[in-house]
């Protein structure tokens, strides 16, 4: 459970999850929608990969990413995108909602 | 959803309850009633809603073992079948066994209706927890399909809303039942039939919708690359 509260803490990895609520996305599609470089993203896949939110799957040559939250899970992160969690300490989130 | 195996182990469960409940009724003087310790009596042919509950979920659950997908993405589906359809036969039958033993007159120092509360609720919690990890696994098509195949992107979608509409409806009849005083829990059952029926309905009304949405998509998609 501390795997999905630490993923679900970061602005950037509840912005993901809330792109691949509309449909499996690959790496590059998710991408596009940030200002980051790709390692960060990674990083950020990384961890919500860990804490089971997201399962990959490699078509090809790029990976497509799809949602893996459980009832409690999607409850979880509209809270914590309800009140905001860790928006005011992460100074990263403009560039994702720039895009929006 | 589920191998042979855990259906036979679940048929087994489901004929105890069945004897279980024919021997119960053999014994009564009043067939009709089932007098339980504490409680207002019973009509006797609910020893037979246990075995039928558990059948139709194991039904279910095995009625999908043909579905059209690969066996990765089966694998899951049975593995969760599987805890689901042994846990809630066995809790049931415990119900089961807790009303017989309730109204055969024991002198217990326990009063049975707590320990069948106790019971009920943890069978919901186990349910519970199911429901809430069913959109954690892999969607596939079912056998059953109303409205045609939802694809990658609406069935996966129509399975979150369906778990999460399911969860909120057990969270509701769990904080009733346990409100509520022990002689009037019964009665909330019409009202929960109903509801689990309009779920039903509106479960298939919105697959045939999102159904008829995919289709639609797919026709456009298919205009514009002709």
Redesign the interface.
């Known amino acids: 459970m501390n795997l999905v509260f630490k993923a679900l803490s970061d602005p950037t990895r509840r912005r993901i999850l809330q792109l691949l609520r509309e449909r499996p996305m690959t790496a590059g599609h998710i991408a596009e929608h940030f200002d980051f470089a790709k390692p960060t993203l990674s990083a950020h896949f990384a961890v919500l990969r860990e804490a089971d939110l997201i399962e990959s799957e490699k078509i090809g040559t790029s990976i497509t990413y799809s949602l893996k939250l459980s009832v409690l899970e999607d409850a979880l992160l509209s809270f914590a995108e309800t009140v905001g969690i860790g928006v005011r300490s992460s100074g990263r989130l403009k560039p994702a909602t720039r895009a929006r | 959803m589920i191998d042979r195996k855990t259906v036979l182990a679940s048929a087994a469960l489901i004929a105890l309850m069945l004897v279980a409940a024919v021997w119960r009724i053999n014994m009564l003087d009043d067939w009709t009633t089932l007098a339980v310790q504490n409680g207002a009596p019973l009509p006797s042919m609910l020893l037979f809603l246990f075995p039928a509950c558990s059948a139709l979920v194991v039904g279910a659950l095995y009625w999908e073992r043909g579905a059209r997908a690969d066996d990765a993405k089966i694998q899951p589906w049975r593995k969760w079948g599987k805890s689901l359809s042994i846990s809630y036969c066995s809790g049931l039958l415990l119900l089961q066994g807790v009303l017989i033993v309730g109204s055969l007159g024991l002198d217990m120092p326990l009063d049975v209706s707590v320990i069948g509360r106790s019971l009920g609720l943890l069978l919901a919690i186990i349910c519970l927890l199911a429901?809430?990890?069913?959109?954690?696994l892999p969607w596939f098509e079912r056998r059953f399909a109303p409205g045609g195949d939802l694809g990658?992107?609406y069935g996966?979608?129509y399975m979150?809303t369906q778990?999460?509409i399911l969860?909120v409806f057990m969270i509701a009849v769990m904080a009733y039942s346990l409100a509520s005083p022990q002689t009037m829990a019964w009665r909330s059952a019409p009202c929960i039939l109903i509801a689990a029926a309009l779920f039903v309905v509106w479960s298939m009304a919105w697959r045939l919708r999102l159904g008829r949405k995919r289709k639609l998509e797919q026709l456009a998609a298919h205009g514009v690359e002709t």
Do not use: D, F, G, L
């Open positions: 429901i809430n990890k069913m959109p954690k990658p992107i996966p979608r979150r778990s999460s969860v």
